[in-house]
T-cell receptor
């Protein structure tokens, strides 16, 4: 079964610190990877996508991808209390009938002021 | 404004009473999908639709039905709801070959 694994947390970091969120996936041939942020009771919101090995930066967010290790991470620099949310890792996986976006269960991040 | 809408946003019902949750998108997207979200289990796909009149089962289709008669609408039907269908439901849509999905605001369902 094709899976995406995340540590459920909560991950607690002080305001201003770097938060590091990790995700592993089972499908070696996956090519597209996404991070969604979800505030409590709200819908998921796409914050980063990454397709190539290495780092991709967008403001305070950096996504890192290592396809050989089947590992993708999200770094949040200068963490703010407003970053407190659940972060969902999603991987586009190949199925018999086409691609499918498979979500991890999410990591709860708490940023303490 | 480009958006996915769901109704109702909150629903309390009793076991066995048929209900429908509507989903509508105004972006002319071909692909639509329903997910349920439960604590510790993440988002699990219930059904998806690649286009009008084309639907297929996701990971957890039991107890649900869908229809796609128009491109913009993709209702989720629970013919005989049971307490294990108490959950937070999200509708999503995307352009056919694109990978970015747009989520609706969610419907919180409680089945007593």
């Amino acid at each position: 079964q094709k899976e995406v694994e995340q540590n459920s947390g909560p991950l607690s970091v002080p305001e201003g610190a770097i938060a590091s969120l990790n995700c592993t996936y089972s499908d070696r041939v996956s090519q597209s990877f996404f991070w969604y942020r979800q505030y409590s009771g709200k819908s998921p919101e796409l914050i980063m996508s990454i397709y190539s090995n290495g780092d991709k930066e967008d403001g305070r967010f950096t996504a890192q991808l290592n396809k050989a290790s089947q590992y993708v991470s999200l770094l949040i620099r200068d963490s703010q209390p407003s970053d407190s949310a659940t972060y969902l890792c999603a991987v586009n996986m190949f199925m018999e009938y086409g691609n499918k976006l498979v979500f991890g269960a999410g990591t709860i991040l708490r940023v303490k002021s | 404004e480009a958006q996915v809408t769901q109704n109702p946003r909150y629903l309390i019902t009793v076991t066995g009473k048929k209900l429908t949750v509507t989903c509508s998108q105004n972006m002319n997207h071909e692909y639509m999908s329903w997910y349920r979200q439960d604590p510790g289990l993440g988002l699990r796909q219930i059904y998806y639709s690649m286009n009008v009149e084309v639907t297929d089962k996701g990971d957890v289709p039991e107890g649900y039905k869908v229809s796609r008669k128009e491109k913009r609408n993709f209702p989720l039907i629970l013919e005989s709801p049971s307490p294990n269908q108490t959950s937070l439901y999200f509708c999503a849509s995307k352009e056919g070959r694109e990978e970015t999905q747009y989520f609706g605001p969610g419907t919180r369902l409680l089945v007593l």
